[in-house]
């Protein structure tokens, strides 16, 4: 079974601070992925890994960073939280190849992160 | 137009009723689509992957595909109350590096 853990469950953090979100895959996946999921709006993805060192920006990478020194840790920086942050951030991790099973992405348990 | 459009709901079946869901998409060159269940307060969980047209059937599930009219839907047999939860439509366009493209979901819900 293809098993994603994230840091925390639930994060409580200022507004101004640094926050760290780490997650971590065991099934060798190429492809790691952050979304944040609020009421209405639904999954929106922030920035996504496709290798080791390589990034891409999602559709609202504002306001954060990432990192990805080793194939199975994507972390994803809050560089100066802001409550408009306050949100379910959930990674997901996927292998790329051809044809059945192709794409198939898994998701961690998320983290619920208020901002106050 | 929205990348992958999905009824809005709530959709709501009694117990043991067929519950259809159904999921739009813009691009015709998506080659890989998904459905994910998410419960209340969970991350969401993959159920079912479809790859050509015509229907998959895994348990209970049925996803059918049809790329022509850019449409893929869920049917769910003998719905039960356990199958009350937000269903996530997701869909790949290839050579996108993997990333998916989702709905914003349909609420289910199975009343006994």
């Known amino acids: 079974d293809v098993k994603v853990t994230q840091s925390s469950r639930y994060l409580v953090k200022r507004t101004g601070e640094i926050v760290f979100l780490e997650c971590v895959q065991d099934?060798?996946?190429?492809?790691m992925f952050w979304y944040r999921q609020d009421p209405g709006l639904g999954l929106r993805l922030i920035y996504f890994?496709?290798?080791?060192?390589?990034?891409e920006k999602g559709d609202i990478p504002e306001g954060y960073s990432v990192s990805r020194e080793k194939k199975e840790r994507f972390s994803l920086i809050l560089e100066s939280a802001s409550t408009n942050q306050t949100s379910m951030y959930l990674c997901?991790?996927?292998?790329?190849?051809?044809?059945?099973?192709?794409?198939?992405?898994?998701f961690g348990p998320g983290t619920r992160l208020t901002v106050t | 137009q929205k990348e992958v459009e999905q009824n809005s709901g709530p959709l709501s079946v009694p117990e043991g009723a067929i519950a259809s869901l159904n999921c739009t998409y813009s691009?015709?060159?998506?080659?890989?689509f998904f459905w994910y269940r998410q419960y209340s307060g969970k991350s969401p969980e993959l159920i079912m992957s479809?790859?050509?047209?015509g229907d998959k059937e895994d348990g209970r599930f049925t996803a059918q595909l049809n790329k022509a009219s850019q449409y893929v839907s869920l049917l769910i047999r003998d719905s039960q109350p356990s199958d009350s939860a937000t269903y996530l439509c997701?869909?790949?366009?290839?050579?996108?590096?993997?990333?998916?493209?989702f709905g914003r979901g349909t609420q289910l819900t199975v009343w006994p």
């Open positions: 997901a991790s996927s292998l790329s190849l051809a044809g059945e099973g192709a794409y198939e992405q898994y």
């Open positions: 099934m060798d996946h190429e492809n």
């Open positions: 890994s496709y290798d080791v060192k390589m990034k």
């Open positions: 691009d015709r060159v998506s080659q890989s």
């Open positions: 479809i790859y050509s047209n």
């Open positions: 997701a869909v790949n366009r290839g050579s996108t590096l993997g990333r998916l493209y």
